[in-house]
């Protein structure tokens, strides 16, 4: 019986304070630093089509000097292609930044790690030691950010993961989307999995 009693003392517990513990899973998972003057906007592929004009309006502002986005390939059962590709086609708008203050490079896939390692040689030709990264503030980008500075930072590189545009939706509210929910998953399994295992996931492949 008292075994019972502390079991279901317990659950209440757990119960009364859900809305204090559970959107520290999404939270977690979320780095938004300050908008501050640096060398380097860097765009990641997935980010969001309004990015690269994001980017282009802080370089306007003097806020960044030059702009580096970098394109993943999208792939489909009869096709393989990049950003860039679908610009030459007419089938994507251009990034607004003008080609002397731009740089576009490729990446292998849209893992973060290789993402940095495929704009690596960009921001040394930019001298951008102060790397503004958008999407700060998303599920998600307190990986993203790990593994930036795993690649960005033996270079002497520092990275700050910056939000643009709208509020967009609250990490602490992640239990409300599906989206968000998925994404909150992944994440956790990406950071747990590793640990598990014994390892350290190799951003540079």
């Not at 520290?24 to 980010?47: H, Q």
């Not at 930072?153 to 609250?170: F, S």
């Not at 602490?172 to 998925?182: L, S």
């Not at 399994?189 to 350290?200: I, K």
């Amino acid at each position: 019986m008292k075994r019972f009693v502390r079991l279901l003392v317990a659950l209440s517990v757990v119960l009364i304070t859900t809305p204090l513990w559970l959107p520290l899973f999404g939270t977690a998972l979320a780095v938004e630093n300050r908008l501050e003057p640096s060398d380097v906007a860097l765009v990641l592929e997935g980010t969001g089509k309004d990015a690269p004009d994001a980017a282009e309006a802080w370089r306007r502002q003097g806020i960044v000097r030059d702009v580096v986005i970098v394109e993943a390939p999208i792939k489909t059962h009869a096709l393989e292609a990049y950003w860039s590709d679908f610009v030459r086609w007419g089938l994507a708008d251009p990034a607004p930044t003008p080609a002397e203050h731009l740089r576009v490079v490729r990446a292998p896939s849209t893992q973060a790690g290789q993402q940095a390692a495929a704009a690596l040689p960009a921001l040394r030709e930019l001298h951008g030691a102060a790397v503004l990264v958008l999407g700060g503030g998303g599920i998600g980008s307190r990986l993203a950010e790990r593994e930036l500075v795993s690649v960005l930072g033996p270079g002497g590189m520092t990275v700050r993961m910056v939000r643009y545009g709208g509020a967009g939706r609250d990490p602490g509210h992640w239990y409300q989307n599906p989206e968000d929910r998925r994404a909150v998953l992944d994440s956790w399994l990406q950071l747990v999995v590793p640990f598990l295992s014994g390892y350290e996931t190799d951003s540079g492949r």
